[in-house]
């Protein structure tokens, strides 16, 4: 008998392997029939070994190729019989389960984090973190101390904020010869292109020429409409956010607009009560113009305006005036405040920068630099005192000075007053397109037109829109202190600047030649740039954003040049 086979120690795998010569033997075919329940007790051993092993994670089975090696080199030995090879297992798991890091357990963190060394760096992470909190607070701090405080913004209402534009007489506006409220309403488009904060209606009120009784300024002249059309027409101009103003002047249609001075008391009942009728209608103020010509103008002008502002104190009064005598309207100014009063004050001018800017400041410094309306008139046209070569430097001028640009209808385009030989002035039409020259005597040009102006880049509507536009969205210009520069023959230029904002500045140039701008700012707080950048000319040819140094700059004849540059600290 063959000895036993030798128990499998442990940590080893059995794996049968017969070997062919005791296939072929008669003899071991009868051994291995009576060994037969043995020999399958071992096979299923073995077969279950095998499957454990397949079972094992990857990392705990033994690798294939040392397993190989070691059973080749086991049957070569030939020191196991029956082909059984031993495979150590047990250890390769125990290695691989030593492998594993499984960390640390709360007993053993909780120990390694009250050790001395790591409670000095937390306190030293802790201290570094709120020290570094507190320095820049501090430098914050520092940053804000040390900056310059910002100016305290006026208090504005809509007519600081932009352009007025006067509609005096609404058939001659619309140019159909029938205008009226109603198509009124189809034009506050073209007002919101202009970006005027508002516009002055009339007068609309029913007038019997020169009666006084016959004159009722809470009712309107039925051939311009009804209430409703014009609760419609305030309506329209509210959704584009424009104003309007109301003119109120009694007798418009008479040759005396205040009438008989015996009647001046019954005149001034008649305001009280259409000023209080039209403020809950909705206006937005009102105007009255020839205002010398009624006794005791300052004091009616003070009543009138008292009753708008206790309404509210966004509600105006425009008072006009046909006088350009400094003193006389200095004088109507004398009881009121925030009142807007428009006069032939500019148009005594020379047009001359030098006189130009001595009729400027001197406005300006008596009425201690407070709010002004810029115009040539009470309700004529910029083109009738204005030559035409003149008209887009006046338009600059009267946009950048600091106060509200007052314009008539057709400003924009440069209308001129229809006039025949001894006869008084008489309201022109507005020329919206070639076709209104149905409405004229003479022959219209598209240049002169809206409809042709609008497609040119440098006509004066353009222009208009543009100087508009910058008026009422930079600070500078909006609110700005003012300071004139010293400059060349025939120039007029200022500086209109406010705090930290960028600034602006303005060189007129009236003359009839060209020459440079030898600018001085020894009267500022703060010294001249050594190049400005260019925002707009009012001739063509030169080019936005263009850069100039002020050491060579130099105007064209009639030209104006809106220039610009940062604040510096």
Request: glycine content about 8%; proline content about 5%.
């Amino acid at each position: 008998m063959d000895p036993e086979a030798p128990e499998p120690s442990a940590g080893f795998v059995l794996v049968s392997r017969q070997s062919p010569s005791a296939q072929s033997e008669p003899g071991a075919q009868s051994a291995s029939a009576e060994g037969d329940s043995g020999t399958m007790s071992q096979d299923n051993e073995v077969g279950m070994k095998e499957v454990e092993l397949n079972e094992l994670e990857p990392e705990k089975q033994p690798m294939n190729a040392a397993s190989g090696a070691a059973v080749s080199a086991v049957m070569a030995g030939g020191s196991e019989k029956n082909g059984l090879v031993k495979i150590k297992v047990a250890d390769d798991e125990a290695e691989a389960a030593a492998a594993k890091f499984t960390g640390l357990s709360k007993e053993e963190l909780l120990k390694v984090a009250g050790s001395p060394g790591w409670v000095r760096t937390r306190w030293a992470l802790l201290l570094l973190f709120w020290l570094g909190w507190l320095g820049m607070l501090a430098g914050a701090v520092v940053i804000i101390v040390r900056a310059p405080r910002c100016r305290a913004l006026p208090a504005q209402s809509w007519w600081h904020k932009g352009a007025l534009y006067r509609i005096g007489d609404l058939q001659a506006f619309q140019g159909q010869g029938a205008g009226d409220l109603a198509g009124l309403k189809g034009y506050i488009d073209y007002l919101s292109t202009l970006k005027v904060k508002g516009f002055v209606l009339g007068p609309i009120h029913k007038n019997q020429k020169d009666d006084v009784d016959g004159t009722n300024l809470e009712q309107i002249d039925p051939t311009l409409g009804s209430k409703e059309d014009f609760e419609s027409l305030l309506q329209s101009a509210k959704k584009k956010s424009i104003r309007v103003v109301l003119d109120l002047t009694p007798n418009y249609k008479g040759q005396d607009l205040w009438f008989q001075r015996t009647r001046v008391n019954t005149v001034a009942t008649k305001m009280k009560d259409a000023l209080s009728y039209w403020l809950q209608a909705g206006v937005d103020g009102f105007q009255v113009r020839d205002i010398e010509n009624l006794m005791d103008a300052p004091l009616f002008l003070a009543q009138w305006q008292n009753i708008t502002k206790s309404f509210s104190e966004d509600r105006l009064l425009i008072a006009g005036t046909g006088s350009s005598n400094h003193s006389q309207i200095l004088n109507l100014l004398e009881l009121t405040k925030d009142l807007l009063l428009t006069s032939s004050y500019l148009s005594v001018s020379d047009f001359t920068g030098k006189h130009t800017e001595l009729l400027v400041t001197q406005y300006l410094n008596a009425t201690d630099n407070g709010w002004c309306s810029w115009s040539l008139s009470q309700a004529g046209l910029l083109a009738s005192f204005v030559p035409a070569h003149l008209l887009q430097l006046y338009q600059l001028l009267l946009f950048t000075l600091p106060g509200t640009p007052v314009f008539s209808y057709g400003d924009e385009i440069g209308l001129k007053a229809a006039a025949l030989p001894g006869q008084p002035m008489k309201a022109p039409i507005m020329l919206w397109d070639e076709s209104s020259s149905l409405n004229t005597s003479g022959f219209v040009s598209p240049n002169m037109t809206v409809k042709g102006q609008s497609e040119d880049p440098g006509s004066l509507l353009s222009l208009f829109r543009r100087l508009s536009d910058h008026r009422s969205k930079e600070r500078s210009l909006l609110h700005g202190d003012f300071h004139v520069l010293s400059s060349g023959p025939d120039l007029f230029s200022y500086i209109r600047q406010w705090d930290q904002n960028e600034r602006f500045l303005v060189v007129l140039n009236f003359g009839d030649m060209g020459q440079p701008a030898r600018l001085g700012a020894s009267s500022l707080p703060s010294s001249l740039p050594s190049s400005v950048e260019l925002l707009l000319s009012t001739q063509p040819g030169r080019k936005e954003g263009t850069s100039f140094e002020l050491e060579h700059l130099k105007l064209e004849p009639h030209e104006g040049l809106l220039l610009r540059f940062p604040y510096v600290a």
